[in-house]
């Protein structure tokens, strides 16, 4: 055994995914980082709720369920469409709690600065990420900050955690979907990478492209009201038919979307036509799935659009039973498979 590879050995043997080295495909929150995660972080931690795989954990204290969660964000540029990194640094976090039903409270942030970096730019960041808090109704209580050498970091990374509690009536979980229930889209999908997208490559589009990241508390608020919402999920990195993979092996169900029914706003739709992209694997950030039970889902559809955010929601498909398995219905009539993203359509869009 090399010198390097004593340094890097385990105690104990675990199974590893296939492959030599981290790939980008491994970020791409498709096939890859799932398999890394499910093959390699689960069985080296073992604990039951990071094996649960839920946009955040949820732990129970005094009584109490909390959902905790933590991501990182490495978006480039930093500054894209309608947003920048600080913004979706808050909204992606605030709405992974929200994804478990939960009413966030309180966020931490650790920055990783690159040397070099223009303290106005940091400012207006900063600026950003307070006026999502007061958007989404969180505290930003705590922090850490490192620097690095020039060239490092891209400008700067950012990684927030968060915190909110669990109401006691609200049970919501990936493997909850039942035959029966109804697939919703909250909005129009593929606006996040897209705008991402044009600002990195400098392509411009015919119609505006805006990023969609916002905070979905309110949104996830209304429709829990109205029925019984069984899964939700942030469909950011791998988009929405990656989430939809996630949720059907989850429950051991399948699930059938029509195309036609799900939301894409015109721009979207023709910048990605001419990229040769698929919407429904482009990331969004401020659009979530649903699976509602059947008998409730107009009543969900009916308050999801009554909120701003779900304006343009939608009713795209069913669940039905196992194996485990997406498909599609086509505008042409046919029927075909909807696989997890399998590399890394779009790098560093989150």
Do not use: W
């Amino acid at each position: 055994m090399s010198e390097g590879a004593r340094d890097f050995s385990m105690e104990c043997p675990v199974p590893l995914p296939p492959g030599q080295a981290v790939l980008l495909g491994h970020g791409s929150g498709g096939k890859l980082t799932a398999q890394m995660i499910r093959e390699l972080f689960v069985p080296v931690f073992g604990t039951d709720e990071l094996a649960r795989l839920g946009d955040a954990a949820v732990v129970e204290v005094n009584g109490t369920r909390l959902a905790f969660t933590t991501d990182a964000f490495v978006v480039s540029p930093a500054f894209f469409p309608g947003s920048n990194i600080g913004a979706l640094s808050v909204n992606g976090t605030v709405n992974d709690l929200a994804m478990m039903g939960a009413k966030p409270l309180f966020l931490s942030a650790a920055f990783i600065l690159e040397e070099g970096l223009p303290m106005e730019r940091l400012g207006a960041i900063a600026a950003s990420m307070a006026d999502a808090c007061d958007r989404a109704g969180v505290r930003l209580v705590t922090g850490d900050t490192k620097v690095v050498e020039r060239g490092s970091a891209d400008g700067l990374f950012i990684t927030t955690s968060g915190v909110g509690v669990i109401p006691v009536d609200v049970e919501i979980g990936p493997d909850r979907a039942r035959p029966g229930d109804a697939v919703m889209i909250s909005g129009p999908v593929g606006s996040h990478g897209v705008a991402v997208m044009s600002r990195r490559a400098g392509i411009e589009f015919e119609g505006e492209l805006s990023s969609d990241t916002a905070p979905l508390t309110g949104l996830v608020e209304v429709m829990l009201a109205a029925g019984d919402v069984r899964c939700l999920r942030d469909a950011t990195r791998g988009g929405v038919a990656s989430v939809l993979n996630e949720l059907a092996e989850a429950s051991h169900v399948s699930m059938t979307v029509v195309e036609s029914n799900v939301p894409v706003l015109p721009p979207v739709r023709a910048a990605c036509e001419m990229l040769g992209l698929d919407p429904l694997y482009v990331a969004n950030e401020g659009v979530c799935v649903a699976v509602v039970a059947g008998r409730d889902a107009d009543a969900v559809l009916a308050a999801a659009r009554a909120h701003p955010l779900g304006s343009d929601a939608s009713i795209v498909g069913e669940v039905g039973e196992g194996p485990a398995a997406v498909h599609l219905k086509t505008g042409l009539g046919a029927t075909r498979p909807l696989i997890m993203l399998a590399g890394d359509q779009l790098p560093r869009i989150c």
